[in-house]
Structures are given as structure tokens and as C-alpha cells.
């Protein structure tokens, strides 16, 4: 199986801050990289699939860059609503495998 | 807009089978993958596997003993069953509509089976 490496485990900003959040996989998967927004009690929102492409109807603050084994999720400038947890996933292969997710919290 | 909704059992008896359904509205089931993923609690998600519109599966190799989906004859639903249950197998389940490229776009909300006698 492929592992997936999310870093960090959570952060702590302010609304219009800059955040970024990493995904390192444990073997090249191209750009077979997704990034997923979940709050607690809702189903999980697609944000951005194949590393950087982003999802009908998300808001262009949220960019995906990388490929091969390291990717980012940036928020170019947070959100009350962003306030979330956020997970990667990979599609490169089968069983697919999630990253262990980063939680954003206020500062 | 599509809707994907887990229903089933909350509580399921160690041994027993786990059985849920996913109701999708909104889409017709045809010619999409189908997924099932759940979150144990404190932990991180857990791909179970997906069925394709047209019957085939591909399951998880650490559950696929154990693991059945299957879509339904309205082909609006879709259904996991889990056999053998423990406490490890407690978990929010959800299910999912995942597209050629693997990435899924429409979830559920997830539903918590919790397996206790």
C-alpha cells in the first residue's frame, strides 16, 4: 500500500493568514493527488483533485501544487469557514490511502 | 445536486455482519464507482473498496475476506456487508461516488456502527 505523510497533524491561525499544508506519499503516484475539507457531522468536501486542478465551485483561495511524492494544499488566505479538517488521498493505485488529516483551528 | 445517504443498524454485535445501505439521489448509479471508506474513532479513514455501475468490485486486501458491495436492483442504492465483526470494525462509515480519475466528489454524511455486545 501506499502511505500518505500529512503534516502537520494540526495548526492553530487567524483569519487572513496563509496556511499550508503538506502530503508526502511513499512512492512516486504523478499527480494521482486529492485534497479533501471535512467538518465535523457534514460530509467531506472535494477541493482539489489530480494535485491542482480545483473542484467546480470551490473558492480560488484553495491551490494544490506538486507531484511525484510531495504536494501542498495552500489557502492563500484563511477563512472563518475554512476552519476545518483537511485530508489527502491518493488515487494512483489500489487500496487507495488518505493521509492522517491536519486540523485547522483559531488562533 | 447529488446526495449520497449511509443508513443501517448503529449497533452491531461482535461476530455479527455489518450491513449498510447508500441511498444516491440526484444521479443514477450507472456509470460511476461506488465507494465505502470509514474513520474509526481517533484514527484516520480506511478505504473498504468500490463497486463499478456494472457489478464489478475491487475491495481493500485487509478487509477483503469480509467484505461484500453490491448495488442494488433500483440501482439506486448500493450496499456493504461486513461479516465478522469486532470492536475494531467500530468506525464512521461512509459512503461515496468516485469518479474514473479516483477521486470521489459527492460523500455522505457517514453513519457510526459501533460493534459491542
Known amino acids: 500500500d501506499i502511505q500518505m505523510t500529512q503534516s502537520p497533524s494540526s495548526l492553530s491561525a487567524s483569519v487572513g493568514d496563509r496556511v499550508s499544508i503538506t502530503c508526502r506519499a511513499s512512492?512516486?503516484?504523478?499527480?494521482?493527488l486529492n485534497w479533501y475539507q471535512h467538518k465535523p457531522g457534514k460530509a467531506p468536501r472535494l477541493l482539489i483533485y489530480a494535485a491542482s486542478s480545483l473542484q467546480s465551485g470551490v473558492p480560488s483561495r484553495f491551490s494544490g501544487s506538486g507531484s511525484g511524492t510531495d504536494f501542498t494544499l495552500t489557502i492563500s488566505s484563511l477563512q472563518p469557514e475554512d476552519f476545518a479538517t483537511y485530508f489527502c488521498q491518493q488515487s494512483h493505485s489500489t487500496p487507495r490511502t488518505f493521509g492522517q488529516g491536519t486540523k485547522v483551528e483559531i488562533k | 445536486q447529488v446526495q449520497l445517504q449511509e443508513s443501517g443498524p448503529g449497533l452491531v454485535k461482535p461476530s455479527e455482519t455489518l450491513s449498510l445501505t447508500c441511498s444516491v439521489s440526484g444521479a443514477s448509479i450507472t456509470a460511476y464507482y461506488w465507494s465505502w471508506i470509514r474513520q474509526p474513532p481517533g484514527k484516520g479513514l480506511e478505504w473498504i473498496g468500490y463497486i463499478y455501475y456494472s457489478g464489478s468490485t475491487n475491495y481493500n486486501p485487509s478487509l477483503k475476506s469480509r467484505v461484500t458491495i453490491s448495488v442494488g436492483t433500483s440501482r439506486q442504492h448500493f450496499s456493504l456487508k461486513l461479516t465478522s465483526v469486532t470492536a475494531a470494525d467500530t468506525a464512521v462509515y461512509y459512503c461515496a461516488r468516485e469518479l474514473v480519475s479516483g477521486y470521489s466528489d459527492f460523500w455522505g454524511q457517514g453513519t457510526l456502527v459501533t460493534v459491542s455486545s
Open positions: 512512492q512516486s503516484i504523478s499527480s494521482y
